[in-house]
């Protein structure tokens, strides 16, 4: 419907893995953005107010904002991300 799985077969497998590496450890708005606020999404989850929480949805933020870099970073994407986070890992 939303076109996601045809796009998805454009790029290698390994995309999502390439794109994180490459951007691991540099610094923008975005990103200091994003570090202000990991604390601040559900700051009493059991999973996700964790170290390990925090890495896996910083991952997935820093990410996106260097993917698109148009949109970036917003405060919502943190929530939506958390959502994704939250099936993948917790179901």
Do not use: M, N
């Not at 076109?3 to 923008?28: F, H, M």
């Not at 896996?56 to 917003?74: E, P």
């Amino acid at each position: 419907v939303s076109g996601a799985a045809k796009k998805r077969e454009t790029v290698p497998e390994s995309y999502y893995r390439d794109l994180t590496q490459a951007v691991e450890g540099r610094i923008t708005a975005a990103t200091r953005q994003i570090d202000h606020d990991l604390a601040r999404t559900f700051p009493s989850h059991p999973w996700l107010d964790t170290p390990a929480g925090h890495v896996a949805l910083r991952r997935v933020l820093v990410g996106y904002s260097f993917r698109d870099s148009y949109v970036g970073y917003c405060q919502v994407s943190s929530v939506s991300s958390s959502s994704y986070l939250f099936r993948k890992f917790l179901c």
